[in-house]
């Protein structure tokens, strides 16, 4: 799928190409070419710290009999990770939820009851706390929406790239296999008398094949401009939103700087 020119964003005419290599549970893997190293990692550090989630952030709590200090058991309700089905969600936003319970038992995530249902928890067996008989809570939670560069549970996602790597094989190469034998990857594979990289999107490039060649016959190096990026969302929302998201926190971004140079240079 080509979406468009790299010269949008200060590069050559190279065009913008992404590609789905694979999805292992709920991480994707995408080949992005054509984008420079700070163009991939701004789309990074943009989904994973400016897309706003709800995240419960206030808790007033009635009655706490269990064997948990308060503290810890607002601790661990801030990190269950919520999703919310409205429109756009705004900073500072706020939804209410009400949480009681009483033992003998185990208090899962399910028992968090939302006020706009709207707003779920993303998984329901999360165990919070587990209660003896007798004992009780009963509180009232506060999800406010917030980006995760304010704090982590704020995050819709974790986000990593790498650059994918090429191979070189010079005529000195005699086949020995050193070189498959040292990669801890597996990547390298001799095919019709031939070492080559099965798989350049998983390669390190550690260089340990390189190292460890008695020929120096390897060479093993970074494709310019291209990306394999790796999204797992935690659940807030899914990722055609996610990925529409970032490009508005962007395109956000983009438009306050474009508002201060104006104003320093009118
Ligand atoms: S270690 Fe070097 S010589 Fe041996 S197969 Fe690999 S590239 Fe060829
Ligand atoms: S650079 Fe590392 S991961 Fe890549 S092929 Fe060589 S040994 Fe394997």
Not at 74 to 92: D, M, N, Q, T, V
Not at 95 to 122: C, F, H, M, N, R
Not at 189 to 210: G, H, R, S, W
Request: glycine share 6%.
């Amino acid at each position: 799928m080509d979406v468009g020119r790299k010269k949008d964003i200060g590069g050559s005419e190279m065009p913008i190409t992404v590609s789905k290599i694979r999805e292992e549970g709920n991480i994707y893997y995408f080949l992005v070419k054509g984008v420079s190293n700070s163009f991939i990692n701004s789309i990074r550090r943009a989904m994973m710290n400016n897309v706003p989630t709800f995240a419960i952030e206030n808790v007033r709590i009635y009655e706490n009999s269990s064997s948990l200090f308060d503290e810890f058991i607002a601790h661990r309700l801030a990190l269950i990770p919520l999703s919310y089905s409205g429109s756009k969600i705004k900073e500072g936003e706020k939804i209410k939820i009400l949480l009681e319970a009483e033992g003998p038992g185990t208090v899962y995530s399910k028992e968090l009851k939302s006020t706009d249902p709207k707003l779920e928890v993303v998984s329901k067996s999360i165990p919070i706390i587990k209660l003896k008989k007798g004992q009780k809570i009963k509180m009232e939670l506060e999800a406010v929406a917030g980006v995760g560069k304010e704090h982590a549970k704020w995050q819709p996602a974790t986000v990593s790239f790498s650059e994918t790597a090429e191979l070189k094989i010079s005529k000195e190469c005699n086949l020995c296999g050193k070189c498959i034998e040292v990669c801890p990857r597996n990547v390298l594979e001799k095919k019709a008398n031939k070492i080559v990289l099965q798989n350049p999107y998983d390669c390190t490039l550690c260089k340990e094949c390189e190292e460890k060649c008695p020929k120096k016959a390897i060479e093993i190096s970074a494709v310019q401009n291209s990306f394999v990026l790796v999204i797992e969302p935690h659940g807030h929302m899914p990722l055609p939103e996610l990925i529409n998201q970032t490009a508005e926190a962007l395109k956000g971004k983009i438009q306050e700087f474009k508002k201060e140079i104006a104003k320093k240079i009118k």
